[in-house]
């Protein structure tokens, strides 16, 4: 069975994520340290396992005998566009977590992500707000992990 290019992202995916899994388990510390790495790696990898799943089990669907050489080459580009858009997105958070710390960069992405993806202004804000303030009540409030301020705004 051969599988789609797409599903090779995925494999990729849970690769990276078993690993930090792994080393997150490895390393010496309390749960305080590591609970946030395998939190995160763990999702990733279900995530991306749940996508592998459906890629390899969706039918596939046959080309025209229409289309010219030209036409997909132009769709493997396309194709292509879209993974840099998402690899520029997520270095563009990666950053801001970097520069201004996790809660900020949660709420500026997640906002302007779903405003990218065509949400209304309304619901773009309020999951903007909600996602960050749920992840700040769970992680700093009741487990009281002190997550990464940025440059910007630690100490």
Known sequence: MKMKESAWVFVAVMLIMATIIIYTLTITG?????????????????????????EVTAKSFKE????????????????????????????????????????PSIFIFVLFYMKFLGTKWRTAIICGVLTPLFIYLVF????????????????
Do not use: Q
């Not at 700093?140 to 100490?155: K, N, P, Q, S």
């Open 30 to 54: 309390g749960i305080e340290s590591k609970s946030l790495p395998l939190l995160a790696s763990g999702l990733c990898f279900v995530l991306a396992a749940a996508g592998f799943l459906r």
């Open 140 to 155: 700093e409030r009741a487990i009281g992990i002190v997550l990464y301020r940025g440059l910007f705004f630690g100490a």
């Open 64 to 103: 025209t005998a229409t289309e010219d050489h030209e036409g997909k080459k132009e769709a493997k580009i396309e194709n292509w566009r879209g993974y840099l858009i998402n690899m520029a997105w997520a270095l563009g958070f990666l950053l801001g977590i970097y520069f201004i710390g996790l809660i």
